[in-house]
């Protein structure tokens, strides 16, 4: 059941130069009552930048990845709910990355199918994408992993902008790994029979480049993806063998 309420989580590394046009645009949002942002490990004015603009901010000491600072930001909304005496339900849950700048303000079409019960999960398609220098070999990867696991394939299957119940957060735990959750969650809640839909959207991130460190970017996503999908090949195969399944699904 839906709460009605939203609260924004955006895990953020080193996004000084857009964080505050993102938080800033995700609390004009219908609905939107909180923002949180989990500065994770960063070297610039992240936190700070984000905190001016109107966020909670809880920061880690050091990197430790996006699923990390995804379970960070929902125990920080936790928390700061159980301080709130005249709470009956938990907020649904809005990630958006923290490049996504003024084009935030475009995410309202997700938070609709969760907060009207028609759907458990929303997942963005971006209207426009832009690559510089990408192969897609990591999207084919994680498409093609989701389809053998769940019989669908979702257009945009590493699209990190989601809106759903905070029973269906939990019923994702625990998260893939780094850049792993995305795929790792939808196949999840596909398996437990959670309804999951896409929304088409006008949102923009940053592209990634073609220099090393972006390529080498590319790289840790495709170990992160590829690492969810046999974790999760292996415990079905442990399930119906007769066996439990091990950590991480």
């Known amino acids: 059941m839906s709460s009605g309420q939203v609260a924004v989580i955006i895990p953020a590394r080193n996004?000084?130069?857009?964080?505050?046009?993102?938080?800033?645009?995700?609390?004009?949002?219908?609905?939107?009552?909180?923002?949180?942002?989990?500065?994770?490990?960063?070297?610039?004015?992240?936190?700070?930048?984000?905190?001016?603009?109107?966020?909670?901010?809880?920061?880690?000491?050091?990197?430790r990845g996006k699923a990390s600072a995804m379970e960070t930001g929902a125990e920080a909304i936790r928390l700061i709910e159980s301080g709130e005496p005249t709470r009956t339900l938990p907020r649904d849950l809005l990630f958006l990355d923290g490049d996504l700048g003024v084009t935030a303000a475009e995410a309202g079409p997700l938070i609709e199918p969760v907060r009207s019960g028609a759907a458990d999960m929303a997942m963005a398609v971006f209207a426009a994408t832009v690559r510089l220098g990408g192969f897609g070999l990591v999207t084919r990867t994680a498409g093609a992993g989701i389809e053998r696991a769940t019989g669908w394939r979702?257009?945009?299957?590493?699209?990190?902008?989601?809106?759903?119940?905070?029973?269906?957060?939990?019923?994702?735990?625990?998260?893939?790994?780094?850049?792993?959750?995305?795929?790792?969650?939808?196949?999840?809640?596909?398996?437990?029979?959670?309804?999951?839909?896409?929304?088409?959207?006008?949102?923009?991130?940053?592209?990634?480049?073609?220099?090393?460190?972006?390529?080498?970017?590319?790289l840790r996503q495709l170990r992160d993806v590829a690492w969810a999908i046999a974790a999760r090949e292996l415990g079905a195969r442990r399930l119906r063998n007769g066996k439990p399944s091990p950590a991480g699904r």
């Open 154 to 218: 979702p257009t945009q299957p590493l699209n990190g902008q989601r809106c759903l119940t905070r029973a269906a957060f939990s019923a994702a735990l625990p998260l893939a790994p780094g850049w792993g959750v995305e795929t790792g969650m939808t196949i999840d809640l596909m398996r437990q029979g959670k309804r999951i839909v896409e929304v088409e959207v006008p949102m923009s991130h940053r592209a990634t480049g073609t220099d090393w460190r972006s390529q080498l970017h590319r």
């Open 15 to 63: 996004e000084a130069d857009r964080i505050g046009a993102t938080v800033s645009a995700a609390l004009g949002l219908a609905g939107v009552d909180l923002v949180v942002v989990v500065d994770d490990g960063s070297s610039d004015q992240t936190g700070d930048k984000a905190a001016s603009a109107g966020a909670q901010v809880v920061r880690h000491a050091r990197g």
